[in-house]
């Protein structure tokens, strides 16, 4: 069993940076795989990074490629998300995931966090 916790979303202007970070539990995070998605305002949930449990793999969706980066520190059970310049396209709830492997697939991840709500404005 993990349980994730979400934290660092906020408001903030087109251009800033923000950094979530995803705290888990239990002393089995190194054997998980970790993603992040996102949910804006009446749309689907989204693929944002995944990261293998190494943290040598790492996937974007085209859409953050080159603005996010996503990192693991093991000794912290943490995963982090850097967000650099937002957009207000960026805005909605963003969730961290933990899974067997990294996938853009969310139904292979088994663990989900309450989400932290990301707001960009123009």
């Known amino acids: 069993q993990v349980q994730l916790v979400e934290s660092g979303g906020g408001l903030v202007q087109a251009g800033a940076s923000l950094r979530l970070s995803c705290a888990a539990s239990?002393?089995?995070?190194?054997?998980?795989?970790m993603g992040w998605f996102r949910q804006g305002s009446g749309k689907e949930r989204e693929f944002v990074v995944s990261i293998g449990r190494s943290g040598v793999t790492t996937t974007y969706a085209d859409s953050v490629k080159g603005r996010f980066t996503i990192s693991r520190d093991t000794a912290k059970n943490t995963v982090y998300l850097q967000m650099n310049s937002l957009k207000p396209e960026d805005t909605a709830v963003y969730y961290c995931?933990?899974?067997?492997?990294?996938?853009?697939?969310?139904?292979?991840?088994?663990?989900w966090g309450q989400g932290t709500q990301v707001t960009v404005s123009s």
């Open positions: 995931a933990a899974g067997p492997i990294p996938t853009i697939n969310q139904r292979l991840y088994n663990y």
């Open positions: 239990g002393r089995t995070f190194s054997t998980y795989a």
